[in-house]
């Protein structure tokens, strides 16, 4: 299947810096990834991508279904959006789980699940295959920047460090026009 999408997605290479890892210093590729787009963003989008709707319709319906689905989906109902996949809720258990029925009945359901979480399963019907291997084929990947942690920053509080990166692009031999020859 040839690449769909004509916007070029970044794909990073960061080491891996865990020095009790056997893969210490081994490269892996993440995506160069945008600021998170807000409802209203989307709801722009939308509405300038050949929609005959305003914004202020589409992000009405965008702010009732994301009304709705929670709703759905705390009723055990899953939600399927047809062309992007299915979510649906699952039980995050306490440790151990619990030992018999019988301890169960002495206690309240919510005692033993430690959190509900949604998931999403991507669709994966032909014309909407979302699923990673399919939708790889829909992006067009190009390198984005090695990512080197070059320190550290503490909070003022001493409690947290957050790291500082340093940015070096990777060139893109396969994408670049070839240099010509003197």
């Not at 050949?50 to 319906?61: H, P």
Request: charged share 25%; net charge neutral.
């Amino acid at each position: 299947m040839a690449t769909v999408n004509s916007i070029e997605l970044r794909v990073n290479l960061r080491a891996n810096n865990n020095e009790k890892s056997d893969q210490f210093g081994r490269l892996y590729a993440e995506l160069d990834r945008n600021r998170t787009l807000s409802l209203r963003g989307l709801a722009k989008h939308i509405s300038e991508h050949g929609s005959i709707y305003t914004r202020d319709i589409v992000e009405g319906v965008l702010t009732k279904l994301c009304q709705c689905i929670p709703e759905l989906l705390a009723q055990g109902q899953p939600v399927k959006l047809d062309g992007l996949g299915t979510f649906y809720p699952t039980a995050l258990n306490v440790k151990g789980g619990l030992e018999n029925v019988a301890a169960a009945k002495d206690m309240a359901p919510s005692a033993a699940i430690e959190g509900i979480r949604v998931r999403y399963l991507p669709d994966g019907t032909k014309l909407d295959d979302l699923t990673s291997k399919a939708f790889k084929e829909k992006c067009s990947l190009i390198w984005g920047n090695l990512i080197e942690i070059t320190g550290y920053k503490t909070s003022d509080s001493g409690k947290t460090k957050t790291p500082l990166y340093k940015l070096t692009p990777i060139s893109n031999p396969l994408s670049a026009d070839p240099e010509p020859e003197p």
